[in-house]
């Protein structure tokens, strides 16, 4: 069953430092989204890409945060300079058709960044 | 801005009882999703809801939508230990899914 994968599976990090999140979604999908969830708490919304292009972002994805599909395969969540408040498990997720469209949301195993 | 609340927050039952689980939203919406969640696990689809009236069951769990009221319920049947887990709600706006807090249900055996 295809499924999407994320890289690192954990990823520790000094304060300022730049982190690249690695995502692959799933083949046929067109909408790739990215989520962050701090300590098993609410799913924040951050950021989705259609098109290569951001469709929406929240407010909590602000300057220090850019997403990019460099090849056909991959979708990466940079952050630039890192703060203690970005440690979360960030999900990456995709979708056949977009949020309009009643597209549903695949998400990957998640990637636990620690900001020390 | 869209608002998704769920309630309970909490939810800690007895195996065999029924419960239900309630979503609200701010916003209009025909679209709304369930997802479960185990610790420390991602988040798996269990319900698409895509229109007013739908009503959708996959074993002990059924959920319905009410898009006139911004409603959608999570009904849990005889209720089963395997069923504890953090359940979420989410709901789409354009480009946007929006979930909810989610409601931590723990089943005693």
């Known amino acids: 069953e295809p499924e999407v994968t994320q890289t690192p599976s954990h990823q520790v990090t000094q304060m300022g430092q730049e982190v690249i999140l690695r995502c692959v979604p799933i083949?046929?999908?067109?909408?790739f989204y990215w989520y962050r969830q701090i300590l098993g708490q609410k799913v924040e919304f951050l950021v989705s890409f259609y098109n290569n292009e951001i469709s929406e972002k929240s407010e909590i994805f602000d300057d220090q945060f850019s997403v990019e599909r460099p090849d056909g395969s991959n979708f990466t969540l940079k952050i630039r300079s890192t703060k203690l408040e970005d440690s979360a498990m960030y999900f990456c997720?995709?979708?056949?058709?977009?949020?309009?469209?009643?597209?549903?949301?695949?998400f990957g195993e998640g990637s636990r960044l620690t900001v020390l | 801005e869209l608002k998704v609340e769920q309630n309970p927050l909490f939810l800690s039952m007895q195996e065999g009882k029924n419960y239900t689980i309630y979503c609200n939203y701010s916003?209009?919406?025909?679209?709304l999703y369930w997802y479960r969640q185990d610790p420390g696990k991602s988040l798996e689809s269990l319900f698409v809801?895509?229109?007013?009236?739908a009503v959708k069951q996959e074993g002990r769990l059924m959920a319905s939508l009410d898009t006139k009221a911004r409603l959608s319920t999570l009904h849990i049947t005889a209720a089963v230990h395997d069923l504890s887990a953090t359940y979420f709600c989410a709901v789409d706006k354009d480009d946007k899914i929006i979930f909810g807090k989610g409601t931590r249900l723990h089943i005693l055996p």
């Open positions: 083949s046929n999908h067109l909408y």
């Open positions: 809801l895509l229109s007013n009236g």
């Open positions: 916003t209009t919406s025909d679209r």
């Open positions: 997720a995709s979708s056949e058709e977009g949020g309009g469209a009643g597209g549903e949301l695949f």
